[in-house]
């Protein structure tokens, strides 16, 4: 399949469909870049919660430990 065709089949879909086959692109492309370890990428989501900067997991459980005493 080449760049052409992927095009063409794009442009067939509806504006919504068009924006979630970007969506998609996005989130395939965020899946290749490499993270380090033991860190949670920026962007993703845990429930209502948002990430907005690198946090390792050790960062994650001091945070949850320290709103546990309050």
Do not use: C, W
């Not at 990428?41 to 690198?54: E, L, M, W």
Request: without cysteine; aromatic residues 6%; hydrophobic residues 35%.
């Amino acid at each position: 399949m080449n760049a052409i065709s992927v095009l063409h089949s794009l442009e067939q879909l509806s504006p919504d469909a068009q924006q979630q086959v970007l969506d998609f692109i996005e989130f395939i492309k965020s899946r290749q870049t490499a993270t380090p370890a033991n860190t949670v990428p920026t962007g993703y989501g845990f429930g209502t919660i948002r990430v907005t900067k690198q946090v390792s997991l050790q960062q994650m459980d001091e945070a949850i430990e320290q709103g546990a005493g309050q």
